[in-house]
């Protein structure tokens, strides 16, 4: 049994990478870019706010101050759908497994690349299930760098074989590995390459579904 369960937020206990989605879509529409759902899955997805412009205006010359501006306005949209969230939107049957898992004495941690993470678990009425949050503002190298999960284990006090890391995005699923994890994948098969089991969704799991060979 792992002692630490490591969560990422976005994508896997709620729905905001819809919300995500929308904001970058609004900013690509203010500025002409075309941009469809399926590059959003396949190229922005649980990738940091940088990273997901860099995709969005690649080939365009843009300045600091302009890219500076976008990374604000994009934001902007996003807090804008998150303020509208209630604890309905967390994922259903995440409130009971979180539960779960503290009556089986397992750590619980988020290991989100967001800057909003808190701001997020706070809507949900989360924050206070878990153990340690490592969130945006922790580490500088963003997913699918190790560094958020092994800083998500260190607050936990969990070596990081130990952990069990839970991820919507392949970006997400390759640092749970680089961290030296056992990485549990929320979503279609097809997305991910080096998940040691998938879960096609979140909804209604328990301990034993997280729990790999
Ligand atoms: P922000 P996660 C990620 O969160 C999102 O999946 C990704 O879409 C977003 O660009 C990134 O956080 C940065 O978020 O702009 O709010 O700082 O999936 O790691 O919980
Ligand atoms: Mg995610």
Redesign the pocket.
């Known amino acids: 049994q792992p002692k630490a369960i490591i969560f ?5 206990l709620t729905d905001t ?1 819809e919300y995500h989605y929308q904001a970058w879509k609004h900013l690509a529409d203010d500025e002409g870019i075309p941009f469809t759902h399926e590059e959003n899955d396949i190229h922005l ?2 990738v940091g706010r940088r990273e997901s412009l860099a995709y969005l205006i690649r080939g365009r010359q843009y300045t600091e101050a302009q890219i500076q501006e976008m990374m604000e306005r994009k934001n902007n949209y996003y807090h804008a759908l998150i303020e509208q969230m209630t604890p309905d939107e967390v994922v259903s049957g995440g409130v009971a497994l979180l539960q779960e898992l503290k009556t089986a004495g397992i750590k619980i941690a988020i290991a989100s690349a967001s800057k909003n993470c808190r701001l997020v678990l706070d809507r949900l009425k989360l924050t206070d299930y878990f153990d340690g949050i490592a969130d945006g503002y922790c580490v500088v190298n963003g997913k699918p760098a190790p560094d958020v999960f092994v800083y998500a284990a260190g607050l936990v006090g969990v070596y990081t074989p130990d952990c069990v890391g839970i ?3 392949d970006a ?1 699923i390759e640092a749970i590995k680089a961290a030296g994890m056992k990485a549990v994948a929320i979503g279609p098969t097809s997305r991910f390459h080096h998940a040691d089991k998938v879960l096609s969704t979140m909804e209604n799991k328990h301990l034993q579904d997280l729990l790999i060979g």
Do not use: K, Q, T, Y
């Open positions: 990422d937020l976005d994508g896997v990478s997805r649980g991820e919507d995005a997400g």
